[in-house]
Every structure is written in structure tokens, then in C-alpha cells.
């Protein structure tokens, strides 16, 4: 399995606090960029399509104010990561055409400068401890009242809500990978208040207990886990 890591610079060092929004246009404009089919095949608007990347940031440094994040260096640092290899190359080629472009940033620009290939090493047990590379969203739709309800490790229901995320997106995407024996434990976890497309939203760091077969948890470790994965939340590195 592989994951790109992306470095940009920064003209000044603070970005947005609703980065999320600056990171999804910039792959947006790469994808464009590589194919306006495949922009259609991810992000056409009149359909409900549910990607199979996801990504994390890292801020050096970082100091969040009511509007912005101030950053001790110029520049962040992007994980990207999808278990879908075909993908993952397009993805590649959809970056390779956005370096060394500065890309706007309120009032402030982004500039990729790097794409580093790292390899991830494949899970061969039944049980891994992994820590959050950015937070989890446990989310349950209500058809009832047509609203979305957010669950942390706080809640009784975190767990069963990260089972039924992870079975949901395994059936959109059409693969028979068992879910038997999977559980999320957590080990040494914090709720947190996530800033999510403009909103806050109950969220979950720290660290985690996964169990599950191996082919799950290798799928899980380039997919990432709950809800708005490809907004940048739910990735995860293997401490133990």
C-alpha cells in the first residue's frame, strides 16, 4: 500500500480555519486538471458519491484563532491516501500537474512543492493499536427527521456507529470484505470539537484499539475510518 506526502509553502504562515474547504478545491482543480470525466465521476453534484480517499494535515507549530491557523514555519503538509491503486495513479498525475503553481488561500497562497511516495506496511494480525492522524467522525443518519447525529468515544453508541460507517461504505462500493469480529476500542481517546465544511461537529482523537480480519484492516488503513473520510478526517498510522 502507498501513500503520497504532499509539502506546501506558504507566502505567509497561517491558513484558514476552514481549511478542509481550501484542500477539496485544490484537489478538485487537479482532478480538472487530469480529466473533466473523472471530475464528473467524483464530484457531479446531482449524485451522492462517496470517495474512496482520504487525507490528514499537518500544521507546524500550530496556534488555532477564531478565523485562522497561525503556523510557526511556512508551510503544512498533506497525507493523501486511497486503496484504490488506479485511482491513487491519477491522483498522482492530478498533483504532478499542480507543483510549483501557487494556488489562492484567502488572502494568502498555497504552493505545492513536494510529492513523496511513502510505503505503508501490510497488517498481518487480527489487532492493531493505531492513533488518529485527524478526527473521527461517527456519524448516524435519522431518515426521520432527515438530520445527521454525531457520536464521540464519549457515547455508548461510538462503536456500533464506526461499524455501521465502515459497513456502509463497503456496500457502496460494492466489496465482500468481512466485517466479522471488527470492533473499535478506544485506548487513549478526546472528544473534540472538529471544524467540518464551515460547521463544528463532535469528533474524536487519541488513540484506538482495531480488530478485525486482516484484508479489513489493510482496506481501513488506506481508506480510513467513519464518516467525511475524504474531507479530511478518519486517517490513522499504526503505533503498535
Not at 115 to 137: G, H
Not at 193 to 202: Q, S
Request: proline share 5%.
Amino acid at each position: 500500500m502507498t501513500r503520497f506526502q504532499l509539502k506546501f509553502t506558504l507566502e505567509t504562515p497561517e491558513i484558514p480555519i476552514d481549511v478542509d474547504c481550501v484542500i477539496v478545491s485544490f484537489l478538485k482543480a487537479g482532478v480538472q486538471r487530469v480529466s473533466p470525466e473523472w471530475f464528473d465521476q467524483l464530484y457531479n453534484k446531482k449524485k451522492s458519491i462517496i470517495k474512496m480517499y482520504s487525507w490528514s494535515c499537518y500544521y507546524p507549530g500550530a496556534k488555532f484563532t477564531k478565523d485562522k491557523i497561525l503556523l510557526d514555519e511556512n508551510y503544512f503538509s498533506v497525507t493523501f491516501s486511497d486503496p484504490d491503486m488506479k485511482e491513487l495513479l491519477q491522483f498522482y498525475n492530478a498533483f504532478r500537474l499542480m507543483l510549483r503553481e501557487p494556488y489562492p488561500m484567502n488572502h494568502n497562497s498555497m504552493t505545492l512543492k513536494e510529492i513523496r511516495i511513502q510505503e505503508l506496511p501490510d497488517i498481518m494480525d487480527s489487532e492493531v493499536i493505531v492513533k488518529l492522524k485527524s478526527s473521527l467522525i461517527a456519524r448516524r443518519h435519522n431518515s426521520e427527521d432527515n438530520k445527521d447525529h454525531y457520536y464521540t468515544w464519549e457515547d455508548s453508541e461510538f462503536s456500533e456507529v464506526i461499524r455501521e460507517n465502515v459497513k456502509f461504505f463497503l456496500e457502496k462500493q460494492g466489496l465482500p470484505l468481512s466485517m466479522e469480529n471488527f470492533s473499535v476500542t478506544p485506548v487513549k481517546a478526546k472528544k473534540i470539537v472538529a471544524r467540518v465544511w464551515r460547521r463544528p461537529i463532535d469528533a474524536t482523537i487519541g488513540i484506538l484499539k482495531l480488530t478485525g480480519s486482516p484484508e479489513l484492516l489493510n482496506f481501513l488503513y488506506a481508506s480510513a475510518l467513519g464518516s467525511r473520510r475524504s474531507e479530511g478526517h478518519g486517517l490513522w498510522d499504526i503505533i503498535w
